[in-house]
């Protein structure tokens, strides 16, 4: 039985994932002008064909590099001593505090109290006739899954194999692909939840969904 | 009641002058604004109504405010004209203008591309006492009065398709197609058929329309206007305008604007000024025949003194042309030059024509677009070298078809006679022969086994490590040129490290061995033209000619000239292109090379009559016809429409080299856009792309400036062209020399002298 208060207090505790960016090899390092305290931004655009902030740049045989920030949040530290000096890779450069948002939260709490069934090799996966019309006709959370019940589909190259749950009995609390998608070898499918925690996870869901506040 | 209507007239009327002139103040207007006032307030005080007399006196104010107006009228005014949705528009024309019609290919919304209107009209006319209907095709953009789905009569690549299709059902029926150009631009979607790619193949299948064709200009926004525009007669309406780019997009560019920020009234006001638009600069350069007077402040679909104009004009147009070419000239063909009356209506003529009078009418058309732009190069070729020019074209014509048509063709008749023979007398042989050979096999004992000898150099070669007076061991680079960028010693990462995980490359390396091709994914880093000349086309040991051609500044834009010069002296050309005779593996060849470093490879009216000559040399010598585009931003905008009409002057010249059985290869690289792909490159059917290079109509920027649509990072890549089928291949750069050549074997006309 997994606690999912102390889970919580755990992430109110510190809201925040802290990202290391290391020099991704060896070189000069020359950072730009980013102070701690300051807000970065990742990349952007509808493609993110517009890199985040520029947070260093690295020089490798004359070869400078741009590093810019890997995703949005506060500058925690620059590590400036190392300005002007040559850094092997793997040397931490700038800190930066990313404050989780309302949905990472979310995702994250779900992934430690869920069950997830994991795809067994990458293919598309649909589910069977039966469970896909309950699906779409009373909404997730209606169907019950225990160990041994057939209930994918297993797509790929036109050979189509039934797949069979195993893991604890419960009901699919959420469901990781779409349709007509591929899904990697070793990604979640679904998560199941325990009949019995059924109301304590969505409480806690909609709990972070009024509570939580996301940083700007 | 008719008074309400004839006051909402006049509010009509006040807020289109309002609109037209932005927000200046003008003294007229405020008059105008201050009387119809006055009027409105005293009307609703007396709800019995104005007086008559008080309106008619109104009315005449305006009329003759109007005129006043109309000699004040700015460049930019006129732009605002013709975007106005009370201006008329195709739908206006078909039901004024015209005694019926029918829509044809799609109604309204229910059309493959609704800003693209085909019909078929008829004039209906009295000759003697008999009624005869003419029949014409009408084509042309549909802006609508505010009509959303008509997308302000911005054609995507299937209207234009539409378009094409049409033209040809009307070649089959022969009758004149009507063009009506009321465009501001074509709208840049890259798909099949491809936005540049379509407008190539109108361009290139008008260039041989066996039919009369009379455009009318309204609206013409370069490659969406050309799209129809290639015709036998152009008609302008006074207050239109034709450009090769809209004002604020040339005032984008002027100001370097990024995405997003906007130009200022006065530098947009200047462009357009600079970019000589209106009907009047067009007629003096040449690129339109006629213009039709219009209305006061342009015409309404309330003007029907002006759609009587019309009608006259395109008949008088359509009987001009006809006469033109027909074999039996008349006096009718006099009356009708001469006719400056309402008469045009009185002079009959059928306006289908012979297959003799169609290839006259043809050629017409041909050498009249290629005379255009004269004036807007400089030719600084002496007189005695272009005489000798001439002469030897001349002796190459006569001398091809000496020793390729009248020699060649009886020699390969008899080749083909020969070879033929020589297979029927192999199979004879076999036949015969074979029953006694293995006969005589039977008969004598140990002839089969015989082994053949190995000989002591077969020997030798196939057991040795390596031969290095064979050139197996390299010594430097194997290219002919290399890169001065090659001379750096740093690194340099490839721009697919990302998802490729490159290493990093050492420049001298990447430019010099790898002819800047990323040895681990394949990109191609941006090359210098002259790398192609030197590796690919042999430039050192080819002849070439036109030099003498020089980019000028024909429409005196302002600071242009000190531009240009900075062009000439940093790449040391006189314009984007070069031309030369070249052989490629013993293959002699014409290329005409696009160079991005001159002005980003943008093609004006020196550029355009150079590849023109290149492709009339390749004519008259027999020889393949290859266009390498090193890289080509477009239409040099500063040439204004001089730069335009290079599209279907050199894509007639295309065709006429293509019909003359030749073959046209087009091979682009790096950056190439716009006029160019959407005519004479695009037209060919043998195009092929460097890796790594980006093709396509508008640029990036230029999508989500028009559109508003951000478009994805590699929309533009030669692997997307290719998947739409807009390209025909992708070639490695260090493989173009061999790829090259193995086409110049494999592909095109009938006419080459090496076939």
Same mark, same amino acid.
């Given at each position: 039985?997994?606690?999912?208060?102390?889970?919580?207090?755990?992430?109110?505790?510190?809201?925040?994932?802290?990202?290391?960016?290391?020099?991704?090899?060896?070189?000069?390092?020359?950072?730009?002008?980013?102070?701690?305290?300051?807000?970065?931004?990742?990349?952007?655009? $509808?493609?993110?064909?517009?890199?985040?902030?520029?947070?260093?740049?690295?020089?490798?045989?004359?070869? $400078?590099?741009?590093?810019?920030?890997?995703?949005?949040?506060?500058?925690?530290?620059?590590?400036?001593?190392?300005?002007?000096?040559?850094?092997?890779?793997?040397?931490?450069?700038?800190?930066?505090?990313?404050?989780?948002?309302?949905?990472?939260?979310?995702?994250?709490?779900?992934?430690?109290?869920?069950?997830?069934?994991?795809?067994?090799?990458?293919?598309?996966?649909?589910?069977?006739? $039966?469970?896909?019309?309950?699906?779409?006709?009373?909404?997730?959370?209606?169907?019950?899954?225990?160990?041994?019940?057939?209930?994918?589909?297993?797509?790929?190259?036109?050979?189509?194999?039934?797949?069979?749950?195993?893991?604890?009995?419960?009901?699919?609390?959420?469901?990781?692909?779409?349709?007509?998608?591929?899904?990697?070898?070793?990604?979640?499918?679904?998560?199941?939840?325990?009949?019995?925690?059924?109301?304590?996870?969505?409480?806690?869901?909609?709990?972070?969904?009024?509570?939580?506040?996301?940083?700007? | 009641?008719?008074?309400?209507?004839?006051?909402?007239?006049?509010?009509?009327?006040?807020?289109?002058?309002?609109?037209?002139?932005?927000?200046?103040?003008?003294?007229?207007?405020?008059?105008?604004?201050?009387?119809?006032?006055?009027?409105?307030?005293?009307?609703?005080?007396?709800?019995?109504?104005?007086?008559?007399?008080?309106?008619?006196? %109104?009315?005449?104010?305006?009329?003759?405010?109007?005129?006043?107006?109309?000699?004040?009228?700015?460049? /930019?005014?006129?732009?605002?004209?013709?975007?106005?949705?009370?201006?008329?528009?195709?739908?206006?024309?078909?039901?004024?203008?015209?005694?019926?019609?029918?829509?044809?290919?799609?109604? @309204?919304?229910?059309?493959?591309?609704?800003?693209?209107?085909?019909?078929?009209?008829?004039?209906?006319?009295?000759? @003697?006492?008999?009624?005869?209907?003419?029949?014409?095709?009408?084509? @042309?953009?549909?802006?609508?009065?505010?009509?959303?789905?008509?997308?302000?009569?911005?054609?995507?690549?299937?209207?234009?398709?539409?378009?094409?299709?049409?033209?040809?059902?009307?070649?089959?029926?022969?009758?004149?197609?009507?063009?009506?150009?009321?465009?501001?631009?074509?709208?840049?979607?890259?798909? =099949?058929?491809? !936005?540049?790619?379509?407008?190539?193949?109108?361009?290139?299948?008008?260039?041989?329309?066996?039919?009369?064709?009379?455009?009318?200009?309204?609206?013409?926004?370069?490659?969406?206007?050309?799209?129809?525009?290639?015709?036998?007669?152009?008609? /302008?309406?006074?207050?239109?305008?034709?450009?090769?780019?809209?004002?604020?997009?040339?005032?984008? %560019?002027?100001?370097?604007?990024?995405?997003?920020?906007?130009?200022?009234?006065?530098?947009?006001?200047?462009?357009?000024?600079?970019?000589?638009?209106?009907? @009047?600069?067009?007629?003096?350069?040449?690129?339109?025949?006629?213009?039709? #007077?219009?209305?006061?402040?342009?015409?309404?679909?309330?003007?029907?003194?002006?759609?009587?104009?019309?009608?006259?004009?395109?008949?008088?147009?359509?009987?001009?042309?006809?006469?033109?070419?027909?074999?039996?000239?008349?006096?009718?063909? /006099?009356?009708?030059?001469?006719?400056?009356?309402?008469?045009?209506?009185?002079?009959?003529?059928?306006?289908?024509?012979?297959?003799? &009078?169609?290839?006259?009418?043809?050629?017409?058309?041909?050498?009249?677009?290629?005379?255009?732009?004269?004036?807007?190069?400089?030719?600084?070729?002496?007189?005695?070298?272009?005489?000798?020019?001439?002469?030897?074209?001349?002796?190459?014509?006569?001398?091809?078809?000496?020793?390729?048509?009248?020699?060649?063709?009886?020699?390969?008749?008899?080749?083909?006679?020969?070879?033929?023979?020589?297979?029927? !007398?192999?199979?004879?042989?076999?036949?015969?022969?074979?029953?006694?050979?293995?006969?005589?096999?039977?008969?004598?004992?140990?002839?089969?086994?015989?082994?053949?000898?190995?000989?002591?150099?077969?020997?030798?070669?196939?057991?040795?490590?390596?031969?290095?007076?064979?050139?197996?061991?390299?010594?430097?680079?194997?290219?002919? =040129?290399?890169?001065?960028?090659?001379?750096?010693?740093?690194?340099?990462?490839?721009?697919?490290?990302?998802?490729?995980?490159?290493?990093?490359?050492?420049?001298?390396?990447?430019?010099?061995?790898? !002819?800047?091709?990323?040895?681990?994914?394949?990109?191609?880093?941006?090359?210098?033209?002259? =790398?192609?000349?030197?590796?690919?086309?042999?430039?050192?040991?080819?002849?070439?000619?036109? #030099?003498?051609?020089?980019?000028?500044?024909?429409?005196?834009?302002?600071?242009?000239?000190?531009?240009?010069?900075?062009?000439?002296?940093?790449?040391?050309?006189?314009?984007?292109?070069?031309?030369?005779?070249?052989?490629?593996?013993?293959?002699?060849?014409?290329?005409?090379?696009?160079?991005?470093?001159?002005?980003?490879?943008?093609?004006?009216?020196?550029?355009?009559?150079?590849?023109?000559?290149?492709?009339?040399?390749?004519?008259?010598?027999?020889?393949?016809?290859?266009?390498?585009?090193?890289?080509? &931003?477009?239409?040099?905008? #500063?040439?204004?429409?001089?730069?335009?009409?290079?599209?279907? +002057?050199?894509?007639?010249?295309?065709? +006429?080299?293509?019909?003359?059985?030749?073959?046209?290869?087009?091979?682009?690289?790096?950056?190439?856009?716009?006029?160019?792909?959407?005519?004479?490159?695009?037209?060919?059917?043998? #195009?092929?792309?460097?890796?790594?290079?980006?093709?396509?109509?508008?640029?990036?920027?230029?999508?989500?400036?028009?559109?508003?649509?951000?478009?994805?990072?590699?929309?533009?890549?030669?692997?997307?062209?290719?998947?739409?089928?807009?390209?025909?291949?992708? =070639?490695?750069?260090?493989?173009?020399?061999?790829?090259?050549?193995?086409?110049?074997?494999?592909?095109?006309?009938?006419?080459?002298?090496?076939?």
């Amino acid at each position: 039985m997994l606690n999912i208060k102390e889970l919580l207090d755990k992430v109110k505790a510190s809201p925040y994932r802290e990202i290391v960016v290391r020099a991704p090899h060896t070189g000069v390092v020359s950072f730009a002008a980013v102070k701690p305290g300051e807000k970065v931004h990742g990349p952007r655009g $509808e493609f993110l064909e517009k890199p985040g902030t520029l947070l260093a740049h690295l020089t490798r045989e004359k070869n $400078e590099k741009p590093i810019p920030a890997p995703e949005k949040g506060v500058i925690e530290a620059v590590h400036t001593q190392h300005e002007g000096q040559f850094v092997e890779a793997g040397e931490p450069l700038v800190t930066i505090k990313h404050y989780l948002t309302r949905k990472e939260v979310i995702e994250l709490i779900l992934q430690e109290a869920l069950y997830l069934f994991r795809a067994p090799e990458r293919a598309k996966y649909y589910f069977v006739p $039966e469970v896909d019309q309950k699906l779409k006709v009373s909404g997730k959370r209606s169907v019950k899954v225990q160990d041994g019940m057939e209930f994918l589909i297993v797509s790929r190259m036109k050979r189509e194999t039934p797949l069979a749950y195993s893991g604890p009995e419960g009901i699919i609390y959420s469901v990781y692909f779409g349709r007509g998608d591929n899904v990697d070898e070793g990604e979640p499918l679904i998560g199941v939840c325990p009949e019995d925690q059924l109301t304590v996870i969505q409480d806690v869901v909609a709990r972070i969904q009024s509570e939580w506040e996301e940083e700007a | 009641m008719d008074r309400e209507r004839r006051i909402q007239g006049l509010r009509d009327r006040l807020a289109y002058i309002r609109d037209i002139f932005a927000d200046r103040d003008d003294e007229s207007i405020r008059l105008l604004a201050a009387k119809f006032g006055e009027l409105l307030e005293r009307h609703q005080a007396k709800p019995g109504g104005v007086k008559r007399e008080e309106l008619a006196r %109104i009315a005449d104010l305006f009329d003759f405010s109007e005129r006043k107006l109309d000699t004040t009228l700015t460049p /930019m005014d006129r732009v605002r004209i013709v975007r106005h949705p009370q201006r008329i528009c195709l739908k206006d024309i078909l039901e004024n203008v015209y005694d019926n019609y029918t829509e044809i290919g799609g109604r @309204g919304e229910y059309n493959i591309d609704p800003s693209m209107l085909i019909a078929r009209a008829v004039f209906s006319r009295r000759v @003697g006492d008999k009624v005869t209907n003419q029949m014409v095709m009408v084509i @042309g953009q549909e802006k609508g009065h505010g009509e959303a789905f008509r997308n302000g009569g911005s054609v995507k690549p299937w209207g234009n398709a539409k378009a094409l299709h049409y033209m040809k059902v009307a070649e089959t029926e022969n009758i004149p197609v009507h063009t009506f150009v009321f465009t501001p631009g074509a709208y840049p979607v890259e798909d =099949w058929p491809g !936005a540049a790619q379509q407008i190539a193949r109108n361009l290139y299948d008008m260039a041989g329309l066996r039919v009369p064709v009379v455009a009318v200009f309204s609206e013409g926004g370069s490659g969406g206007a050309e799209a129809i525009g290639l015709a036998d007669r152009r008609i /302008m309406l006074s207050h239109g305008y034709y450009s090769v780019i809209s004002p604020e997009g040339a005032a984008a %560019i002027e100001a370097g604007l990024r995405s997003g920020e906007r130009a200022t009234p006065e530098l947009i006001e200047k462009c357009a000024r600079q970019l000589c638009i209106t009907a @009047g600069d067009n007629l003096q350069n040449g690129y339109v025949d006629r213009v039709l #007077q219009e209305p006061p402040l342009g015409a309404r679909p309330s003007h029907y003194d002006f759609f009587r104009e019309l009608r006259r004009e395109l008949i008088q147009t359509t009987n001009e042309v006809v006469s033109s070419v027909k074999s039996m000239k008349l006096y009718r063909a /006099m009356a009708v030059r001469t006719s400056k009356t309402d008469d045009a209506e009185s002079i009959y003529m059928r306006w289908t024509l012979s297959q003799s &009078a169609l290839d006259r009418l043809v050629e017409q058309r041909q050498r009249k677009f290629r005379s255009m732009s004269r004036h807007a190069r400089l030719d600084g070729t002496g007189v005695v070298t272009r005489a000798v020019a001439a002469t030897k074209g001349t002796i190459w014509a006569a001398h091809s078809f000496l020793r390729y048509d009248l020699l060649g063709r009886q020699k390969k008749r008899l080749n083909a006679m020969f070879e033929d023979l020589g297979a029927e !007398a192999h199979l004879v042989r076999h036949k015969v022969l074979m029953p006694l050979k293995k006969t005589l096999d039977k008969i004598l004992p140990g002839n089969g086994t015989a082994q053949p000898k190995v000989g002591e150099a077969v020997k030798e070669r196939l057991t040795r490590l390596s031969c290095p007076e064979d050139g197996a061991c390299l010594v430097g680079s194997e290219w002919a =040129w290399t890169s001065p960028r090659s001379q750096e010693d740093r690194t340099i990462s490839c721009p697919n490290v990302r998802t490729h995980h490159c290493p990093d490359l050492w420049v001298p390396d990447l430019f010099g061995d790898f !002819a800047g091709v990323c040895p681990s994914c394949g990109h191609h880093f941006p090359m210098e033209y002259r =790398w192609y000349l030197q590796n690919v086309f042999d430039y050192s040991e080819s002849k070439e000619f036109n #030099q003498q051609l020089e980019s000028i500044n024909p429409l005196g834009y302002e600071k242009f000239d000190t531009k240009l010069d900075k062009a000439k002296e940093r790449t040391g050309l006189k314009s984007a292109c070069i031309t030369f005779e070249t052989s490629i593996e013993e293959v002699d060849a014409v290329v005409a090379v696009l160079c991005a470093p001159f002005r980003g490879g943008s093609v004006g009216a020196a550029e355009g009559e150079k590849f023109i000559r290149a492709a009339e040399r390749a004519t008259r010598k027999r020889q393949p016809f290859i266009a390498y585009v090193h890289g080509t &931003a477009g239409i040099r905008i #500063q040439e204004g429409v001089n730069g335009v009409i290079q599209m279907p +002057r050199c894509t007639i010249a295309v065709r +006429r080299y293509i019909d003359a059985g030749g073959l046209y290869l087009v091979l682009y690289d790096t950056n190439s856009y716009a006029g160019p792909v959407a005519s004479f490159l695009g037209c060919s059917p043998y #195009q092929f792309a460097v890796q790594s290079s980006n093709i396509g109509f508008a640029g990036p920027g230029v999508i989500s400036e028009t559109t508003g649509i951000a478009v994805p990072p590699n929309y533009h890549k030669a692997y997307h062209a290719l998947s739409r089928g807009h390209i025909h291949g992708i =070639w490695d750069r260090r493989e173009v020399k061999k790829n090259l050549h193995q086409s110049l074997l494999t592909m095109g006309g009938r006419n080459l002298y090496y076939r």
